[in-house]
């Protein structure tokens, strides 16, 4: 257990920690069903022992895609064993990760993705098929010193602006211009001064540590102005907590240093997107379930899981691929993994097996899914359709350790890929479901919903002039 991390074992508990600490504000956290988290913030003279296990009641006609305004009433109830310190707030507040029930009932609420994720984690248990999910992320990001955006009907534009930017390798700059810059594609990773965002990063690590997530490293990645911080694996519920816990800081951190930073897909043409690789493993009885003597030195019950992933993987890219930008990360050239295919070692590949040399190492790591995806539902997603692939024992058929991206036009006609829109997505979704409402984990009501508040994103963007076809087609 991280030694920052907080859990209590009664409301009692947490009240003599708030008052021997003197907390002044208990922030109510919850996720939305695009993955946005929300608060409420009380001041702690307010919250008191039925407060904590009766919940708050908030308007959940005002989340997107949640209730209606003449069924507006919501309940927020506080998960006593996931509490965090805020550091970027000014008085002492604590956070509390919450789960969203319909008043008068303590039942998960169908499109709360946090109570889809602990249902998932149940599921699992059930179907006696193992009895824990490990899920490791990992999370790719952009840090820029500025962005303008316009949505106007008459002026639709972006600019965004980096010191890093190859772009501004030419740029006349007050204290003059250093020079030292990663190239396009040149960001992984050469040290200090072409890296100059060591330091921000080392403070989002340290400030996660602090917040109780188990932290590893963190390096440039490969487009300039694009960073990852390692995070420790943890069960599916924890880790999709800690990817909450993620972005507020790395978004809060850059902030306090005067810069932006943005988990889009891909917020630069021309270099590589940020994806949100998924590390994936079952468990039983303390063992691990996906070694073996196999591919790769798996199992056969991890190459079942992985075929699950591959027959569903359309389906989940509405899941795993959430927005219209996810679309122009998921092309061939820029390392994003297209092919629904799998391979040891061979990143070109949707479903990669890393290199281990024990037994608990063994896992699948998924490369399609971006950190635009709810992570609950992303999450809980993929491991039903794991678990659908070892229920219909679904192999995945021989791995292919070629070089995806250098495969001949015949060779290529036979692997399929992942979507290329998120209309086709959401139309895959609605067709391939089944897998996700076994065990009323995912519901049809989510799944309906999910599908409707993603189709206005694409209907807004389908509808949009874009700067692009201007130059095109503007003097045509």
């Given amino acids: 257990m991280n030694k920052y991390a907080l859990s209590f074992k009664s409301s ?8 021997e600490q003197d907390v002044q504000y208990i922030d109510f956290n919850f996720t939305d069903l695009r993955g946005k988290w929300q608060h409420s913030t009380f001041r702690c003279g307010y919250v008191d022992k039925d407060v904590l296990e009766t919940g708050v009641f908030f308007d959940g006609s005002s989340i997107a895609g949640w209730r209606a305004i003449n069924e507006s009433d919501m309940t927020l109830i506080p998960d006593l064993n996931k509490v965090t310190y805020d550091p970027f707030s000014a008085q002492k507040t604590l956070k509390i990760f919450c789960d969203v029930s319909i008043p008068g009932s303590r039942e998960g609420y169908g499109r709360d993705p946090r109570s889809v994720a602990k249902a998932a984690e149940q599921y699992l248990k059930k179907t006696g098929l193992g009895d824990t999910a490990f ?11 500025s962005v303008r ?6 002026h639709v534009s972006y600019e965004v602006d980096s010191t890093e930017g190859p772009y501004n ?15 396009v594609k040149g960001g992984y990773f050469p040290e200090a001064p072409v890296d100059s965002l060591s330091d921000i990063r080392s403070e989002m690590l340290t400030v996660l540590e602090s917040m109780g ?4 490293k963190h390096h440039h990645e490969v487009a300039p102005s694009q960073c990852e911080l390692g995070i420790r694996f943890s069960t599916l519920v924890s880790s999709a907590d800690n990817i909450q816990i993620y972005k507020h800081v790395v978004h809060n951190v850059a902030h306090s240093y005067g810069k932006t930073a943005t988990f889009m897909p891909k917020p630069i043409f021309g270099d590589n997107g940020s994806g949100m690789h998924v590390h994936q493993s079952l468990w039983k009885g303390g063992k691990p379930l996906f070694a073996g003597n196999g591919y790769a030195d798996l199992s056969e019950t991890a190459l079942y899981y992985i075929g699950g992933i591959l027959k569903h993987a359309k389906a989940l890219n509405a899941f795993t691929n959430p927005t219209t930008n996810s679309y ?7 390392e994003a993994p297209v092919h629904l295919a799998y391979s040891k070692n061979n990143r070109s590949a949707s479903c990669r097996i890393p290199y281990s040399t024990v037994p608990g190492g063994k896992r699948v790591e998924v490369r399609f899914p971006d950190p635009l995806a709810n992570p609950y539902l992303a999450f809980s997603a993929m491991l039903m359709a794991g678990l659908d692939g070892i229920e219909n024992k679904l192999h995945p058929g021989e791995a292919l ?20 829109s998120l209309r086709e997505a959401l139309t895959e979704l609605a067709a391939d479901h089944q897998f996700l409402v076994k065990g009323n984990v995912f519901t049809k009501d989510l799944i309906d919903a999910h599908i ?8 807004r963007t389908e509808r949009s002039p874009h700067p692009v076809e201007y130059s095109m087609y503007y003097s045509s």
Avoid at 149 to 154: A, G, L, S
Avoid at 213 to 216: L, N
Avoid at 328 to 334: A, E, F, I, S, T
Avoid at 453 to 458: A, D, R
């Fill in 12 to 19: 009692a508990d947490l009240l003599k920690y708030i008052e």
């Fill in 149 to 154: 955006i316009h949505t106007d009907m008459n």
């Fill in 213 to 216: 997530v188990s932290v590893e």
């Fill in 401 to 420: 350790d070629k070089d995806l991206y250098h495969l001949s036009k015949e060779e290529m006609a036979k692997v399929p890929s992942a979507c290329g």
């Fill in 169 to 183: 390798s030419g740029r006349d700059y007050p204290t003059g211009n250093m020079g030292h810059r990663p190239g």
């Fill in 328 to 334: 122009k990360r998921l092309v061939p050239g820029y």
């Fill in 135 to 145: 899920f490791g992320p990992e999370v790719e990001f952009f840090i820029f010193d």
């Fill in 452 to 459: 409707a508040l993603k189709m206005e994103e694409t209907e």
